[in-house]
């Protein structure tokens, strides 16, 4: 089955970054690995979308916690050196019972005039609940334009997200997984990444 997508995404038609993925769906893994993994598919994605701002503009790049953490260090070395750039990091978590996104960490200033594009690093989109409040809040923050990447994503999730603010954002995922378990995370997926990145799974 075709799925269709809003036209502010765009998937991912790279063969290194399935290849990436494929090892990543592997749970056996140890966070090294799975870190490892998902620097170097945070890397193919970079390379897959245009990085560039007026010389008199600074990009702010979004790092949601925690596990865009991981996706920064990949995505930041392939940002051509000619373009300025200021790091913010934003912590928004999915409440378990509601599935709602739950703001926790939000130290953006008041916005500087020669900022006007935002990039956001956040591995997986399931359900869409956090990356539309990120965009909402990038919104209210008066950004011009919001480009937003990440490795995983579900049809839903994407539709979701994408109709917050679908005239000034742009969505680059690498990849669909067509669906969701009960309690939100993508099917088949790569299981919690965040977990699987620091560890903390028991």
């Keep these: 089955m075709t799925i269709s997508y809003p036209p ?14 494929d090892k990543l769906r592997d ?3 140890n966070p090294s690995s799975v870190r490892s993994l998902v620097h170097e598919a945070s890397s193919t994605i970079a ?24 996706m920064f260090e990949g995505f930041m070395k392939n940002v051509p ?18 599935l709602q996104p ?14 006007k594009q935002a990039i956001v690093l ?14 909402d809040i990038l919104k209210e923050w008066g950004i011009d ?4 990447l990440s490795l995983l994503s579900t049809p839903v999730g994407l539709d979701r997200a994408a109709n917050v603010w679908p005239e000034s954002t742009q969505f680059v995922v690498g990849a669909v997984d067509p669906g969701l378990d009960d309690k939100g995370y993508i099917e088949p ?14």
């Design 81 to 98: 050196s000619e373009v300025k750039t200021a790091v913010y990091h934003m912590g928004i978590f999915r409440d378990e019972s509601s």
């Design 8 to 21: 502010n995404v765009q998937k991912l038609q790279d063969p290194t970054f399935t290849s990436l993925l």
């Design 189 to 202: 997926g790569v299981g919690d990444i965040g977990d699987r990145l620091f560890g903390t799974a028991f």
């Design 102 to 115: 739950v703001e926790y960490y939000n130290k953006l200033p008041q916005k500087p005039d020669h900022i």
């Design 47 to 70: 390379q897959n979308t245009t990085l560039k701002a007026p010389n008199d503009e600074t990009l702010a790049i979004i790092v949601v916690l925690r596990s865009g953490l991981a």
């Design 27 to 29: 749970r056996t893994l």
């Design 122 to 135: 956040d591995p997986l989109i399931a359900t869409g609940g956090t990356a539309g409040a990120v965009v």
């Design 145 to 148: 334009k919001v480009t937003f």
